[in-house]
């Protein structure tokens, strides 16, 4: 039997290509990744949109155009309707509801306009020196800075401040007044203001960010001059 044993053995041939038991594992590991799915990498969970939910992909291909449009837009140029920037017009809108013809600390005011600003109280404060040096639409009282030697205004709990009467009369009016929610949906503030002169031409623009605008002022009489143009003619007018 023994003999027998060893005749089969030798008679079998040999299957060199079989894997032995040491190079068995081996040989998985080596196995053809294709079939198997990739590997997930470490941040793909936060750069894939999956149930509809925006991911860091979409925001870095899409929304640094909507944030910069904002920042144009909510921040840094005026609305040609009624030539002024959002924070401009929630300050007229802020001096507005709380005018009884006396004038008002510039901190109060800037503490009121915040309720319709949601950005910071020293660019409301900025906006509202720059307003008041062109000595249109508000009346000051007290250290407002000097434009031609570069002062700089003295700080808002010493400085005051009202509505003149020019823009009493010419920015405001409740009927025409188109209105939203301000930013907390507390408050409505107005989308543009009504106002019956030309004030972009009047006082201009300043630079208030990175992204700005600046607009030289044109002479007052000259902007209230073509505000009275009649329709027919300024029809005509290229725009």
């Not at 999956?50 to 155009?65: A, I, P, Q, S």
């Not at 909510?74 to 005018?99: F, Y």
């Not at 007290?142 to 823009?167: M, Q």
């Amino acid at each position: 039997m023994a003999e027998e044993k060893d005749t089969i053995g030798r008679d079998e041939p040999l299957n060199e290509e079989a894997p032995t038991p040491q190079t068995a594992g081996d040989a998985a590991d080596a196995a053809p990744a294709a079939d198997a799915p990739a590997r997930a990498g470490k941040f793909d969970r936060l750069t894939q949109d999956e149930g509809g939910v925006r991911k860091l992909t979409g925001m870095y291909k899409n929304w640094f155009l909507d944030y910069a449009s904002y920042v144009i837009l909510e921040r840094a140029v005026p609305h040609v309707e009624d030539g002024l920037k959002p924070v401009q017009r929630r300050i007229l809108h802020a001096m507005k509801v709380v005018d009884d013809g006396r004038y008002n600390k510039v901190a109060n005011i800037v503490g009121q306009t915040m309720q319709y600003h949601p950005h910071g109280d020293a660019s409301i404060k900025d906006a509202l020196v720059q307003l008041g040096q062109k000595d249109l639409l508000i009346d000051c009282q007290g250290n407002w800075g000097n434009i031609l030697t570069g002062d700089e205004a003295a700080a808002g709990r010493y400085i005051e401040a009202r509505l003149s009467k020019f823009a009493s009369e010419v920015v405001f009016n409740k009927k025409t007044t188109e209105w939203m929610l301000s930013y907390d949906g507390r408050k409505e503030e107005p989308v543009t203001l009504p106002i019956k002169f030309p004030l972009l031409l009047a006082q201009g623009s300043c630079p208030t960010t990175s992204w700005s605008l600046s607009t030289p002022a044109s002479h007052t009489s000259r902007g209230a001059n073509s505000s009275f143009i009649p329709t027919s003619r300024r029809a005509a007018w290229p725009m």
